[in-house]
C-alpha cells in the first residue's frame, strides 16, 4: 500500500507568515491538529517558523507547519 502526502506550499511568504500567527495564537493550550487524514490531540508548546512543538500524554512531537490543514482549542468539559 501507497501512502502519498502533499505538501501545502504557501507561494506567497506573507501567507506563510500569517499562518505562523494564528498558530501562535493556540500557545498554552490543548488542541487537536490535523494533518492529511489523521490529527494529534496535545498542549502547543511552541510555534516556530517550520514546525509546532506539541506536548501529547506520550511525550513530545514535532509537526511540519507546512502539513498543518487545522488546529482547533479542545473544548472545557462543564462541571
Known amino acids: 500500500m501507497m501512502i ?3 505538501q ?3 507561494p ?6 500569517q499562518m505562523i500567527e ?3 495564537q ?3 493550550k ?3 491538529v490535523f494533518y492529511f487524514d489523521s490529527h494529534v490531540k496535545g498542549t502547543i508548546l511552541e510555534v516556530d517558523d517550520g514546525a509546532i512543538l506539541l506536548a501529547t500524554k506520550y511525550g513530545k512531537e514535532i509537526i511540519n507547519l ?3 490543514t487545522r488546529i482547533c482549542e479542545c473544548s472545557k ?3
Open 4 to 6: 502519498f502526502q502533499q
Open 8 to 10: 501545502i506550499l504557501f
Open 12 to 17: 506567497n511568504p506573507k501567507e506563510r507568515l
Open 22 to 24: 494564528l498558530a501562535k
Open 26 to 28: 493556540f500557545l498554552s
Open 30 to 32: 490543548e488542541c487537536i
Open 66 to 68: 507546512n502539513f498543518v
Open 77 to 79: 468539559k462543564k462541571k
